[in-house]
T-cell receptor
Framework: SQQGEEDPQALSIQEGENATMNCSYK?????LQWYRQNSGRGLVHLIL?????REKHSGRLRVTLDTSKKSSSLLITASRAADTASYFC??????????FGAGTTVTVRA | SAVISQKPSRDICQRGTSLTIQCQVD?????MFWYRQQPGQSLTLIAT?????????ESGFVIDKFPISRPNLTFSTLTVSNMSPEDSSIYLC??????????FGAGTRLSVL
């Protein structure tokens, strides 16, 4: 089932700019993950943040988690054309399944 | 990490026929998942496939329509049976390793005429 809600639904930015997208969820979680999906392809795991973590970095990615507000954000810095994709948050509510959000479609203009 | 090979990548089928999608993992995994994704939409979980037991189906999906096999720890199949145009979608398989991180196949784009 879909637990996460993401905003914005779509985002268009210039190459070199930063892109920020948000995810809100409803129940307590074990961890929250972000995935990228290029057009016509499967999802690729980007980063995982545990419920006891507040911020995590991986290359040009920065993820924050606020469990009191049940929300997370993904920041992509210095965007490139190759970052054009759909981004999904997914929550692990301590069972074996992930619940995926609706996704944010990011377009990076050259 | 894991590499997931999924095939076919796409197919066009006639209504009333069945299609079997295969998913091969390059390492042994306990859990595999099958999803459906409409273009521009999120993923909907169809079922979870564990080796040695029957698949667990989500609400709205039944075994007669989507039979799943899981003969060993590296392979699974999903069959879409008695297809109708409403079954046109992208079907994705995934496998989970540590910390419930899922690794996905490239997907099967199915069109039913």
């Amino acid at each position: 089932s879909q637990q996460g809600e993401e905003d914005p639904q779509a985002l268009s930015i210039q190459e070199g700019e930063n892109a920020t997208m948000n995810c809100s969820y409803k129940t307590s979680i074990n961890n929250l993950q972000w995935y990228r999906q290029n057009s016509g392809r499967g999802l690729v795991h980007l980063i995982l943040i545990r419920s006891n973590e507040r911020e995590k970095h991986s290359g040009r990615l920065r993820v924050t988690l606020d469990t009191s507000k049940k929300s997370s954000s993904l920041l992509i810095t210095a965007s490139r054309a190759a970052d054009t994709a759909s981004y999904f948050c997914a929550t692990d509510a301590n069972d074996y399944k992930l619940s995926f959000g609706a996704g944010t479609t990011v377009t990076v203009r050259a | 990490s894991a590499v997931i090979s999924q095939k076919p990548s796409r197919d066009i089928c006639q209504r009333g026929t069945s299609l079997t999608i295969q998913c091969q993992v390059d390492s042994q995994v306990t859990m595999m998942f099958w999803y459906r994704q409409q273009p521009g939409q999120s993923l909907t979980l169809i079922a979870t496939a564990n080796q040695g037991s029957e698949a667990t189906y989500e609400s709205g999906f039944v075994i007669d329509k989507f039979p799943i096999s899981r003969p060993n720890l590296t392979f699974s199949t999903l069959t879409v049976s008695n297809m109708s145009p409403e079954d046109s979608s992208i079907y994705l398989c995934s496998a989970t390793l540590r910390e419930n991180i899922q690794y996905f196949g490239a997907g099967t784009r199915l069109s039913v005429l």
